[in-house]
Each structure stands twice: as C-alpha cells, then as structure tokens.
C-alpha cells in the first residue's frame, strides 16, 4: 500500500478562489494582452517556417535546418493548428501554456502541501509572472524556448512540494523535466535541482523508503516517455540523421566556436549587465533569498522554509543554466522567471507569519511593488508606449508607428522587413517560391512564401563559428537552387559578393526589380546562368 507522504488523503487540493484573483487575472491579461500586437522576431518566425513545413509533412532538420530542439517547433504548430498561422498565435499560446501554467504552479509551491491555495494566490502569483516576464522582455525575447522551460521547470517545483502521492510526485517531477530539457538542453541543470527539491521534500514529510523508490521508478518513466516519443518519430520518418548532424554535432560546435564571451572577466561583465537587465526583480527576488528565506530556514519548521528551498535551488540553478551557455542573449535569462516569481511570491506570502491578514497583507504589499514597477523604468515606458500605438492603430487604422517600434537599431527593422514581404507578396503568382539571404525569416512568414530548400537561413552556410559544414552546407544549397531555381530572391544591397550579396544573383541571371531600405528584391530572368560549381 502507498504511503501518502503530505498532507494525508482527504486534504483539499483545489484553489480557494475570490475577488482578488479575478483583479490578478485583470493585471496579467492586461499585460499580455499588449504582447498580443507582438510581431515576429528573427527567432519566431525561424520557429514558425519550420513548423509550418513540418504542417505540410517536411521534417525538421531534414528538410529545415535550425539547431533548436523539435519541442518548440511542435509548440509553434500546435499553436498554429489552433488559432491559425499568425503572430497572435503564438503571443496567446505562449500566454496560455506558459505563463498561465507557470502562475498556479508557483501558487501551489507557494502553499503548504496539506493546504488549500487561499483565495487571493493564484491571482496575485498571475499578475506576479506576468510582471517578472512582460517587463523586462520585449516582442525579440518572449515565445522563445526559455519560456516553456521555465513554466515546466517551476511545476516540476511545485510537483515535488505539493503531491501527496510519492508516485504521483515522481512521474511529474520527471516528465516537466524532460520536457523541458527538450526545449532547453542546458535545463538539466535546474532538472537536476528539481529532483534535489523533491528529495528534500520527501525526507521533510518522513516519507518511508518504499515512497523513495516509487517516486525514483515513476520520475524514471516520466523522463523516458517524452524522449522515447521524439526519438520514435524522427526514427520512423528517417529523421535522425538529421537530427543528430543539428543538435549534436553543429550545437557542440556551436556552444565552442560560437562563444559570446571568452575569459572570466568578459563573463562576469555578461552576467552583471544581465542582472542590471532585470533591474529591480532580479536583485529583489536575491534579497527575498537572503533575508527572509535564510532567517526562515535557520527558525522556522520545515514545512515553512521548503518552499524557500525550492526558490532558491531553481533560481541559482536557472541562471546557471545560462552562464554555461557564454552567450547571454537576453532571451536565455527567461529560464529563470518562474523561478524569480516563485522567491517573489514566497515572500510575499511569507508575511503571515508577521501581524497583519493573510490575502490583505499579500495585497498590500504586491500592489505597492506592482504600482512602483509600472510607474517607473524604461521597460515600463517600453510597455506602455506599445499599448498607445496599437490604441492608435486600431483607432485610426494607421499601424506604421506600432510597427516602427519593433525593431533594434541598426540590428533589425520589422517596419523593413514588413515593407520588403508585401512587396513580393503584391508582385507574385501562386506557387511562386522566394529565398531570403541572410537571417531574415519573418519576411517568408509575412508574405506567406517558402523557399523549398534546407536551408531557408544562411549563417549555416557563411558562419564557420556556427556551423563546422559550411562548405558541404553552401554545395547542399547551391545544388537544391540549381535544380529549381526560386522565381524571388531577397538579398542584401550592400554586399560585394556571397550568397547574401544581391550582386551576386544579378550575376546568374536575376533582375533586381526594387529596393527597400538594405534588401534588394531580385526576379529570375529569362536567361539563368547556373553553372555546377557554386558561383559564390
């Protein structure tokens, strides 16, 4: 007979629920509803043409190339097949499935194992994730993988804390963790602390030694059923070749010769402007740690300080997960929200412990921070200045300075690569096909065009820091243009030679029919001259 190792059968397990959730769930939809105007980023629509091939049966890596693991293209195509192939898609899949998800779970974490969620929680843990993501991360650094892996990484949190089942516990704990680790492989690392936590958490509740092994079986078959399924079906459709040749042998390439940052002192320079990037979160969430969390562990039961624990072994292991990666995009540190908000909420709702009423105290204090974090700072302003546009555009049907606002300057232009995509949209015919030289796959998805070609991007071909195959890449490629040849080609204008050169198509016989800021938009001529050997 199973042991129930926390809070005994009949403890209730569904949230209390009342006026303060709903005006949390207000604040949260507020803020992603903005996110909802979000374009596509270089990212997404990288995410979104591959999973639109995969809609048509073509195979990731096998016949589109990108070193992301499969999870978020099927995320991107599941979004799609259920509110359509659009931007808004994927801003209100990733509200959905990521930050809704990740809020209850760090409710649940938040609240001891044999009680209820009390009423106030979920909503106040909502609108808490929705800060902790929409401030600091613009259209450029959400939807991306990071923010599945933290909504998985934070449930695996709060599987470990809450079930009352050791089996129950396990299978969940391994099953997030695998399916977060195939988002993110670098997430083994806060996977690995999760499991931490859910030891913990046993050895805090007595659990016999029976719960230990049933919780180790079922982690075991959680982990194992995610990639046995991924592995199945790239096997079945003669994928792993591929595969392997992305996410093994150019990843571990990649993660060498790709390095953003070379020595400890570049490093520490990356991660302290990663850190001054969160401002005020980040740095509070460390002192929630530091100075309620430790006096709480060194005093409290261990019930109370568990979910201290778990804040504080997701948050170190998060952000570790990022400085093993030595690149510090932005985006990376969105492994880390669930587990910011999660310090955030705990201390917040650590205050019952002081004399003041338990939601009413939560309250008081969350709508002070969450009213200094929206009256002030320039992701604040950032924000705001989104919605005015898009009121703007949908008052007076002129849409050009929302879309002039996603950009970064001298980086990328959304109002360019729109402008370049409804070009071509306008001048070609059914069944036309285009290619995109450079890293610009938002203007495939905004005219709504595919090339037909593995490699729809070409740092894989022109990059040898991202790709030890560039030369067979460029043979691969020039091999699949040759044979069909697309009817339009976006090149750059600047460019002297090179596969991204536009001078380099008027060379085999392409028209140059129009210009838009730094692409120049080529038509194929009467006269192709395709030689065998690449021309560039």
Known sequence: MNERFAGGPKARTWPRVGFSDALGVLVSLGLAAISFTYPYGRDQASFAYIAR?????????????????PSIYLTYLVAFRIFGDTPWAIRVFDYLFALVPAGIACAYAATPADRPVPRGRIGLSLA???????????????????????????????AALRSRDARVSGFVVGLASALAVLFKPTVGIVAAGNVAVLALAMRARHAPLSDY??????????????????????????????????????????????????GTTQTLRALVFGV????ALLVL????????????????????????????????TSITSVVVQLKF???????????????????????????????????????????????????????????????????????????????????????????TALWVKEHAAPGDTLVVRGFEPQIYMLCDMRYGGRFFETPWLTEERFSPRTKENTAEDWAYFRKSPPRWVVAFTHLESGVEAAKSYVGIGYVPRARVSVFTILERGEDLRLPEEVPW
């Open 128 to 158: 808490i994730v929705s800060l902790v993501y929409y401030l600091p991360f613009d259209f450029w650094n959400t939807a991306q993988c990071e923010s599945f892996t933290s909504a998985l990484s934070v449930i695996a949190a709060a």
């Open 285 to 316: 969430a460390a002192n929630v740690l530091l100075f309620r969390g430790v006096p709480v562990l060194l005093r409290a039961r261990p019930e109370r300080g568990l979910p201290f624990v778990a804040a504080g072994i997701g948050l170190v």
């Open 329 to 419: 995009f932005n985006y990376h540190w969105l492994s880390a929200v669930g587990f910011v908000a999660l310090t955030l909420l705990v201390g917040i709702v650590d205050l019952q412990h002081v004399r003041v009423r338990r939601a009413r105290g939560e309250w008081l204090v969350a709508s002070l921070a969450i009213s200094l974090l929206l009256a002030s700072g320039k992701q604040s302003a950032r924000l705001f200045y989104t919605a005015k546009t898009a009121i703007y555009a949908a008052r007076h049907g002129d849409d050009e300075p929302l879309a002039r606002s996603f950009g970064l300057e001298g980086f990328y232009s959304y109002w360019d690569s729109r402008e």
């Open 213 to 262: 092994l049933r919780a180790a079986v079922t982690l075991t078959v959680g982990v194992a059923l995610p990639i046995v399924a991924i592995f199945g079906y790239f096997a079945k459709v003669d994928g792993l070749g591929a595969m392997h040749e992305a996410l093994v042998v150019t990843i571990r390439h990649y993660l060498t010769a790709g390095k953003y940052v070379h």
């Open 53 to 69: 091939e995969w809609g048509m049966g073509n195979v990731p890596y096998k016949a589109a190339f990108e070193i992301k693991p």
């Open 276 to 279: 001054l990037g969160w401002q």
